[in-house]
């Protein structure tokens, strides 16, 4: 099953186009696509019935984030060996986690404004939770998961390396897009091996699959939910492969004009322009 977030409402994404859910529940489902999550049990079980609709076309420069408001949203540092060598650090012993602002999260497509001249790209697999989840197990784990998607951690590094504000740093507008859609895990051929790619001007600068990731989606989810309460929506981005601009020789960081283009293999891509904003 695929969703999608079009101009602000909850569409299911099918060969063809795309079906308007409150249209075809009869108004049983919201055109929010942010309340679907606190009824994904449901959800899933009304699609699966089975029920045929004509769909329409999509508008891609109307996707939004698929789950726009989350409570919570997560990100895994240092998650790949190779980012790890990159930057000289140790394998992590246990988990690095942090967090972005939910008002970076953004759609897809979005134009991304760059406040300062030392802006970085991370591509990454990002989670959607899909029901409450605390204390859980690495092997019930994917079944707190409504689906994954498409995302990219931009990262202002000067903030972020001279004063460790690593939250703070990565939540300037439209730092956190993701999308086109949410897929749920079983149309991957395997949620645990999805390739991704990150392209810079058409140039490949970053490449790796999730099977490489040091701690996998199941051990993300058990690990933050043996702290906190994981609630319906919220998003975790769950890291990000060699590649990055700050470590390359001369560094590389993003100009206005540069267009980022994330692929998630089996999701889709996220395509966006770098545009002039705050002191730029």
Not at 2 to 15: C, D, E, K, S, Y
Not at 18 to 46: C, L, M
Not at 127 to 151: K, M, P
Request: hydrophobic share 40%; proline share 8%.
């Amino acid at each position: 099953m695929r969703i999608a977030n079009i101009g602000n409402r909850l569409n299911l994404v099918v060969p063809g186009g795309a079906i308007d859910v409150e249209k075809a529940s009869g108004g049983v489902f919201s055109a929010d696509p942010a309340e679907v999550y606190d009824r994904w049990a449901e959800f899933r079980h009304w699609v699966d019935s089975g029920s045929e609709f004509t769909p329409d076309p999509i508008d891609e420069r109307a996707l939004g984030a698929p789950s726009p408001r989350p409570r919570q949203v997560f990100s895994i540092g240092a998650n790949y060996p190779d980012h790890a060598a990159e930057a000289d650090f140790a394998l992590p012993e246990v988990m690095e986690v942090f967090c972005k602002f939910p008002s970076s999260i953004t759609g897809p497509n979005a134009d991304v404004p760059l406040p300062k001249p030392t802006v970085d790209w991370e591509a990454e697999l990002v989670v959607i939770i899909g029901s409450q989840a605390h204390g859980v197990s690495e092997g019930t784990a994917w079944s707190y998961v409504a689906g994954v998607t498409a995302g990219q951690d931009y990262s202002e590094r000067e903030r972020q390396m001279a004063a460790t504000q690593w939250g703070l740093a990565k939540s300037y507008p439209a730092f956190g897009p993701t999308g086109p859609w949410l897929v749920t895990a079983d149309e991957l051929p395997d949620p645990d091996d999805i390739e991704i790619s990150c392209t810079l001007n058409g140039k490949l600068v970053q490449h790796a699959s999730t099977s490489r990731m040091i701690y996998s989606v199941p051990q993300i989810v058990a690990e933050l939910s043996s702290f906190c309460t994981l609630y319906p929506g919220d998003v975790i981005f769950t890291g990000t492969m060699s590649g990055v601009g700050l470590l390359r020789k001369p560094p590389r960081y993003l100009k206005v004009g540069d267009v980022v283009v994330t692929e998630v293999n089996g999701v889709g891509r996220l395509r966006n322009t770098m545009v002039a904003g705050g002191n730029l």
